[in-house]
């Protein structure tokens, strides 16, 4: 080699050194569905599903997207109301008013005695069902005594079918649960699914007895045909003695693998395991270097392509002390597989923080090209003043739903 091939050479490796250590296999497309607020109520819960193009009630040639949002009670403390849908059929350039849901509006409920109560469904999550052609959407059910939710309660996990024909979603059932005290208290609140090639659904839930603290999660087979979600066998339960144990768990395969990820009062945590229902011991969620991931206390959902594999999270340590539980800004990096730690190189804001949490999230597998993470800005702060909207106004907070889409370059 010449002495001028060895100097382009150590010049190639220079410049070279200066590119970023990753590149992204996606690019970030940030968009707004709807914003703004009344000062009473804020959108929460922006998730969606997907229906392909040519199914009945999609006369577009893009994908159907169906997103489910729902009203908070900004004076109180997850007083939530029904399920309203919005729709795009030109891949989120514009997007239909939101509707409320009759189906999803409060019903009287009992329990323990007392005949006033209400329930109704939240924490829902639609998806697409390749095997029935059904959008269908899960969730829990929440009981109010005198519009607050009362403290020892049951719960179920409800699930809704969509017919885009009509724009409705069907009134809502419960999963028929086995005979068991652990399931008197149990949902899919805020989960991510995964449907298997023959039609079953793996389903994470989290249950306790009622009126204990800890809850455990645990993954359901269930069947559907399209009409009937039916409960078939559940895996292992996992739960830790640490404040409220493990709630709020998603589900993501690649390959042959199914990843579990899991919220806990302290720090997330995740698991693995090779047929789906049973799972190895969690361990807590950390970055490639050791260091704990710093997500507590909120959830983290899964975004996947081919064999890859990326968390959606929040964390600390991102100048977001003054952000209620530091859940914003809404953060994504790829996932080791092996080693089940988070890469830190690869970590790239995905929502930006404006004072407004954003730890309740969705993901939507629009097509083989795009992925969306789907979010709201939750206008309630940190204490002690959590219904002082005026200050999350000051930071640039607006109840945007955000719909962040990522393009897939490969």
């Known amino acids: 080699m010449t002495v001028r091939s060895l100097i382009i050479l150590a010049w190639l490796c220079f410049f070279t050194s200066l590119l970023p250590a990753d590149e992204a296999p996606f690019e970030i497309d940030l968009t707004v569905a709807t914003k703004g607020f009344d000062g009473e109520k804020c959108w929460v819960h922006a998730r969606a599903g997907a229906i392909p193009a040519g199914i009945p009630g999609n006369r577009s040639e893009n994908p159907l997207v169906v997103m489910t949002l729902q009203k908070l009670l900004l004076?109180?403390?997850?007083?939530?109301?029904?399920?309203?849908e919005m729709r795009t059929s030109d891949l989120g350039e514009t997007w239909s008013a939101p509707v409320e849901q009759k189906s999803f509006s409060r019903v009287p409920f009992s329990y323990a005695g007392k005949t006033d109560l209400e329930m109704t469904v939240c924490d829902f999550w639609p998806k697409w069902h390749k095997k029935s052609g059904t959008l269908l959407g899960t969730g829990h059910t929440v009981v109010y005594e005198n519009n607050k939710v009362m403290k020892v309660r049951?719960?179920?996990t409800p699930w809704s079918t969509y017919d885009p024909i009509t724009k409705t979603w069907s009134p809502w059932k419960t999963i028929e649960m086995p005979d068991s005290l652990i399931f008197e208290n149990v949902g899919a609140g805020c989960v991510q699914r995964v449907d298997l090639e023959n039609g079953d659904i793996l389903l994470p839930v989290y249950c306790k007895k009622i009126g204990e603290k800890q809850y455990s999660v645990t993954v359901l087979r269930c069947s559907f045909d399209g009409t009937d979600l039916t409960y078939e066998e559940h895996g292992n339960l996992m739960t830790i003695p640490v404040q409220r144990g493990f709630v709020e768990p998603s589900l993501a395969q690649v390959s042959d693998n199914f990843f579990l990820t899991l919220r806990n009062d302290e720090s997330g945590y995740v698991t693995v395991s090779t047929d789906g229902l049973h799972y190895q011991e969690p361990k807590?969620?950390?970055?490639?270097?050791?260091a704990e991931l710093g997500n507590y206390n909120t959830?983290?959902?899964?975004?996947?392509?081919k064999n890859?594999?990326?968390?959606?999270?929040?964390?600390?340590?991102?100048?977001?002390?003054h952000v209620?539980?530091?859940?914003?800004?809404?953060?994504?990096?790829?996932?080791?597989?092996?080693?089940?730690?988070?890469i830190r190189e690869?970590?790239?804001?995905?929502?930006p923080e404006k004072g407004a949490r954003l730890g309740n999230f969705g993901v939507t597998e629009v097509s083989e090209n795009e992925t969306w993470v789907t979010v709201t800005e939750?206008?309630?702060?940190?204490a002690p003043h959590h219904h002082d909207t005026q200050r999350l106004v000051d930071q640039g907070a607006d109840n945007r739903v955000w719909i962040a889409k990522l393009k897939w370059k490969e």
Do not use: C
């Open 75 to 84: 004076s109180g403390s997850d007083v939530f109301y029904a399920l309203n």
């Open 154 to 156: 049951p719960r179920s």
């Open 284 to 290: 807590k969620w950390s970055f490639d270097d050791g």
């Open 299 to 305: 959830q983290q959902h899964w975004v996947t392509h």
């Open 308 to 321: 890859r594999l990326f968390l959606v999270y929040n964390r600390k340590g991102a100048d977001n002390d």
């Open 324 to 342: 209620f539980r530091h859940r914003a800004p809404l953060f994504i990096a790829e996932v080791d597989k092996e080693k089940l730690h988070v």
């Open 346 to 351: 690869t970590e790239k804001i995905l929502v």
């Open 378 to 382: 939750w206008m309630q702060g940190p």
